[in-house]
């Protein structure tokens, strides 16, 4: 086999390679989107960054590989790629990673509210010492209003008669 034809043959798998790469990126956003819903909105940003970021690899991979050369079997590398990782993996790789971050997320947050329960219990009886001693005041403070209109009564009427 001649040193070009080999050369050819690498650049083939590689675009194949590649093509794998892209598909796995785009099923880790895939993965991001079952974890954490959002709305179509940040959907079409996070595909337009995406194709960004594939149009950089690929354009970076044919500039090393291929001197920026676009070889139509690249393409076709990349499509089978594509297509082999979607045929085989890629959907068994969403679903199982999907589905062990939704139950690590669920066991992280048991373990938050487990360890907040004791805050709970403390905070609320903050509130009822805040809110206990707030009532006490308010009826202390009352009761010094009254002895004081009493006494300013009493003081006013001392006043007039001397």
Do not use: C
């Not at 950089?56 to 990349?78: K, Q």
């Amino acid at each position: 086999m001649s040193e070009s034809i080999g050369f050819e043959v690498q650049f083939f798998l590689s675009s194949i390679f590649w093509g794998v790469i892209i598909l796995v990126i785009y099923d880790i956003i895939r993965i991001f989107r079952r974890v954490v819903p959002h709305n179509n909105f940040v959907q079409a940003i996070e595909d337009i960054i995406f194709w960004i970021i594939s149009a950089i690899l690929i354009f970076r991979m044919m500039y090393i590989r291929n001197n920026g050369i676009i070889r139509g079997f690249s393409i076709l590398g990349m499509t089978l790629g594509m297509i082999i990782y979607n045929r085989s993996l890629s959907n068994l790789f969403v679903k199982y990673i999907s589905l062990l971050l939704q139950k690590m997320f669920s066991l992280i947050k048991k373990v938050i509210a487990f360890l907040m329960k004791p805050l709970g219990w403390l905070f609320k009886r903050i509130k009822w010492f805040f809110e206990f001693t707030s009532k006490k005041v308010i009826k202390t403070g009352n009761k010094q209003r009254k002895l004081l209109k009493k006494a300013e009564k009493t003081f006013k009427i001392t006043v007039k008669k001397k």
